[in-house]
C-alpha cells in the first residue's frame, strides 16, 4: 500500500458559484452526502453529523471566493481527516474534484471509498441541476 491520492471529479451544467454557494451550506449534506445523510445539526459555530463512524465534527474551510470546500471530519475518537474539495470553472458550467487519500486502505477500500465519493458527488450534481429547473 502507498500513500496515493485519487482525484474524483464530476462536471455540474450550473456556474461554479451557484454549486459552491449550495455546496458549502452544511446543512444541504443530508442530500447529497450518503455517508453524512442523517444527523447533520449545527451547534453554535460547529456542525456534527451521525455517520457510519458515530457522530463526528466537520470542520469546514471560511466562506471564500475561490471555491474551496476542504473539510475535515473529526471522528469520536479525536481522529482527523481532512478532505480537499474543489469547485472551479468549466466549459459549461463547474467541476468538482475531491481528493481522495488512501490512508492505510487496501487496494478494495480505496476503490469503495472512491466510488462512493463518486456518487456523492454525481448526487450533488443532480440536485443542483434540479435546483435551477424547479
Not at 454549486?19 to 452526502?33: G, I, K, T
Not at 442523517?38 to 471560511?62: K, Q, Y
Not at 487496501?106 to 429547473?133: C, F, I, M, Y
Amino acid at each position: 500500500m502507498t500513500d496515493e491520492s485519487r482525484h474524483v471529479s464530476v462536471r455540474v451544467p450550473r456556474p461554479a458559484a451557484e454549486v459552491y454557494a449550495y455546496a458549502s451550506d452544511p446543512a444541504h449534506l443530508p442530500e447529497w452526502a450518503a455517508g453524512l445523510a442523517s444527523g447533520v445539526v449545527h451547534d453554535g459555530d460547529r456542525w456534527f453529523a451521525d455517520s457510519p463512524m458515530g457522530r463526528v465534527e466537520l470542520r469546514f474551510a471560511p466562506p471564500n471566493d475561490f471555491g474551496v470546500l476542504d473539510h475535515d471530519v473529526v471522528e469520536p475518537d479525536g481522529t482527523t481527516t481532512s478532505n480537499p474539495m474543489r469547485v472551479v470553472p468549466a466549459p459549461g458550467g463547474s467541476e468538482v474534484i475531491f481528493t481522495v487519500r488512501r490512508r492505510g486502505m487496501s487496494d478494495a477500500e480505496l476503490e469503495r471509498d472512491v466510488a462512493a465519493v463518486h456518487a456523492d458527488l454525481e448526487a450533488l450534481a443532480r440536485v443542483v441541476e434540479s435546483r435551477a429547473t424547479a
